[in-house]
């Protein structure tokens, strides 16, 4: 008896270590797909965050990339700025200059002309006066004549005198303002002269 109450003792322990085994190999098999669900995951996120790093990566070098062209260009911009301001300066500099030189030129030629104008000015009343003191000379020794002879030697001198007098007033009238003309322009030739140097 013994063997048959051992009998079932061993199926028994037959079906309790299959069933033993049975829920044993459920529960591993039951461990493995939790930890593969639960590594699934990590290796989702591990494998987009190494995506993502490659994209982060790829990212910042394009970014650093476009930074070096963009300090490139800014870099060229600010020389070409200062290239430009500095020709500006000098640009204006050299007009500020020469406007100033033209200026101080024309005032000296404008004295010079005011001047010229005053010497043109006194021929022009010298003539004026000398014409007066002609006529009235001729017209007194018209009225002192007593004959024919005398009205035509008065009226005669009297011509003589007033052409004379214009001549010679013309004369100096022509002669004042060529120097004026030629005081003015050698001014303005000098300030020439000074430039192309």
């Given at each position: ?89 000098r640009a204006f500099k050299d ?83 060529a120097k004026v003309a030629e ?15």
């Amino acid at each position: 008896m013994k063997s048959a109450s051992n009998e079932p003792k061993a199926a028994l322990d037959a079906s309790q270590a299959g069933g033993e085994a049975a829920p044993n190999s459920k529960k591993a098999t039951s461990s493995a797909t939790s930890r593969k669900a639960a590594d699934s995951p990590e290796k989702t996120l591990q494998q987009a965050a190494n995506t993502m790093g490659g994209s982060a990566d790829r990212l910042a070098d394009a970014v650093g990339e476009n930074a070096g062209v963009v300090r490139k260009t800014v870099g060229q911009l600010t020389a070409t700025t200062s290239q430009m301001s500095a020709m500006q300066d000098r640009a204006f500099k050299d007009v500020a200059g020469r406007t100033q030189e033209n200026l101080g030129t024309m005032m000296k030629a404008g004295v010079k002309l005011a001047d010229g104008l005053q010497s043109v000015m006194r021929e022009w009343a010298d003539y004026t006066r000398n014409s007066m003191q002609c006529n009235i000379d001729g017209m007194n020794s018209i009225l002192r004549a007593r004959s024919p002879q005398d009205l035509l030697a008065a009226q005669k001198d009297l011509l003589k005198a007033e052409v004379t007098v214009m001549l010679t007033s013309s004369v100096r009238i022509a002669e004042a303002t060529a120097k004026v003309a030629e005081e003015a322009s050698k001014i303005i030739g000098d300030q020439n002269e000074v430039k192309n140097r």
